[in-house]
């Protein structure tokens, strides 16, 4: 066996420190100059200490580092080779950036003496991911013990960059040739505890005419202060505290009332609000007190331009508050969710007379047998899911349409809402997927997107060989497009063709045979009870569901 050549040395030093600190899961796509990371965590999974995901496609494999990263709280690392594969990484940088999601990105650059010269994939990586990391380190090729040593040095400074700032951190590694040959990997020391400290939270008394407002990844904790303070909790579907007592879900509606919304004097928000236009449309009102509760990493949602008090954290303070005000908004959201309730009237189970019951039964018939509307679709979903499982919602018109309907209940909902694009949706469930914990209840992870979210992430469906298949069902809801679109203003002027053209884009693909060419099991239903059946039992894999909507 050949002695392992710096690269080798380096590259096992590195991973070996970031696994020694905490890291589990690593994300490698194939390429020549990364070859010597790549090669160090095969033998790190080899020794069982982190967990191997190969992606032959860098945007695939970085969402899938994004999903990871959610489902554990801890960095998963990106492997990559130099070029433009260093660029593939970029929109999942930026969703976690946006979105608060610690994440490590190892891209393998060429030394220095073969930058700025032509050379075959080179291109300027430093810098290539500007503000959206929280740190970045250009590590030049290693030559000598020294610089192996100082790979376990930069490898803790990036992993506590990455924990800290709860976001991306890039590290650049530089690699002369020979690129790989002997060694191995092994875990590593830690690196170093950090020593910050939890700010003191701001406390406040319970105010007549406040609201608490949940934004996508509030957490629980939203919850758990609307209920302290007595006041409605105007909780998105992925704000991770759309339950409780307090939950108003008809909200939009309600921010519109002028004998509710108009009325409002303090809003509280958690998280970053991204479904509707109200909440931002409130909160930029000069009369308005508004108090913003920090991120754990990610961006400040402030429409107020800078006019909001700021704080890490919040405490409800005072005694006995006044709850007719909640009383009043959760009454009237209940009232609007049952008016906006399509399922059909199956008759009154409890009537005497024998007509009375068979008039139940045809309707009972009649609501198995009726056509799936979007409104059925996301409650078949939400009902179907349980706190074992995982539900993934796309940025489509579904989001929206659950957003506004689906009653409370304590499950963890993900979307990718740091800049709410389509982008890794099925990539960011598959890590969601390989994240869970073995030791945890086994659960489905549920993915409900619309079709052109598929399609745009459709090479997340290629499976890797001797990898555990996800018990993960992908919900298609197909309405022949984008048409969350028709409800741009533009709509009813542009000329027909043209705006489905540039804007709706259907695209006529065959998606049982798309499932069939990637391994997965596909079904397709029409009606709400074969979509009933459908979701309680899905296959022990992956499965693609598809469900047909109208536009």
């Given amino acids: 066996m050949t ?31 990364s070859q010597a990371l790549a090669l160090a ?19 695939v494999g970085a969402f899938t580092a994004v999903g990871l990263g959610i489902e554990t709280g801890r960095p998963a690392a990106v492997v990559v080779t130099s070029g433009t594969a260093v660029a593939e990484l970029h929109p999942a940088v930026l969703e ?31 810098g290539m991911y500007a503000a959206a990391v929280r740190a970045e380190w250009d590590v030049p090729a290693p030559a000598t013990d020294d610089d192996v040593t100082a790979a376990v040095g930069i490898a803790h400074a990036a992993w506590r960059a990455a924990v800290d700032g709860r976001g991306p951190v890039h590290l650049n590694l530089a690699y002369r040739e020979p690129l790989s040959g002997g060694g191995s990997a092994t875990p590593g020391p830690a690196a170093p505890l950090s ?22 990844r509030a957490g629980e904790r939203a919850e758990a202060f609307a209920h302290a303070l007595g006041a409605p909790l105007l909780a998105e579907v992925s704000s991770g505290a759309r339950f409780g007592p307090n939950l108003v879900v008809a909200y939009r ?54 006019r909001a008090t700021r704080t890490a954290a919040v405490a409800a303070g005072g005694t006995h508050p006044d709850r007719s005000w909640t009383g009043r908004w959760v009454a009237a959201s209940r009232a609007l969710t049952e008016q906006t309730d399509d399922l059909p009237y199956a008759g009154d189970p409890s009537a005497p007379g024998p ?21 059925s679709l996301v409650d078949a979903v939400w009902r179907a899911t349980w706190p074992h499982d995982r539900l993934v919602l796309g940025a489509s018109r579904l989001i929206r349409v659950a957003d506004g309907a689906v009653p409370g209940k304590r499950i963890r909902v993900v979307a990718n809402r740091g800049l709410a694009g389509i982008d890794g949706t099925v990539s960011t469930a598959l890590g969601i ?3 869970i914990d073995p030791a945890a209840r086994a659960g489905v992870v549920r993915v409900l997107l619309g079709d052109l979210a598929l399609l745009h992430d459709a090479g997340a469906l290629l499976r890797t060989p001797d990898e555990p298949a996800p018990r993960v069902q992908v919900i298609v809801g197909n309405d022949g497009g984008g048409t969350l679109f028709d409800s741009l203003e533009v709509a009813g002027t542009a000329d027909p063709a043209a705006f489905d053209r540039v804007l709706l884009t259907p695209r006529p693909v065959d998606l049982g045979a798309l499932a069939a060419a990637y391994g997965w099991a596909y079904e397709r239903v029409t009606t709400r009870g074969d979509l009933e059946k459908a979701l309680t039992a899905p296959p022990p894999g992956p499965s693609l569901l598809e469900v047909p909507l109208p536009r």
């Fill in 41 to 59: 965590a095969a033998a790190l999974e080899a020794s069982g200490a982190v967990r191997l995901h190969v992606r032959i496609d860098e945007r």
């Fill in 433 to 435: 997927a390989a994240g």
């Fill in 253 to 306: 509606e309600l921010l519109d009332d002028p004998d509710l919304g108009a009325r409002i004097e303090r809003a509280v928000v958690f998280g970053h609000p991204t479904l509707s236009r109200q909440v931002p449309r409130l909160l930029v009102r000069d009369d308005l007190d508004v108090v913003l509760v920090g991120p754990p990493g990610g961006d400040w949602f402030d429409p107020t331009g800078g």
């Fill in 96 to 126: 976690a950036h946006h979105a608060g999601v610690p994440l490590l990105l190892l891209t393998a650059d060429r030394p220095a003496e073969l930058r700025g010269t032509g050379s075959n994939q080179t291109t300027v990586q430093p």
């Fill in 355 to 375: 007509k009375e019951r068979r008039a139940h039964a045809q309707g009972e018939l009649a609501a198995v047998r009726a056509p799936i509307t979007r409104r």
């Fill in 195 to 216: 020593e910050t400290r939890p700010e003191e939270p701001l406390v406040l008394d319970p105010a007549p005419r406040t609201v608490v407002i949940a934004g996508d």
């Fill in 3 to 33: 002695d392992p050549s710096p690269a080798a040395r380096a590259a096992a030093a590195l991973l070996g420190a970031l696994v020694g600190s905490g890291l589990t899961d690593v994300v490698v796509s194939p390429g020549s100059r």
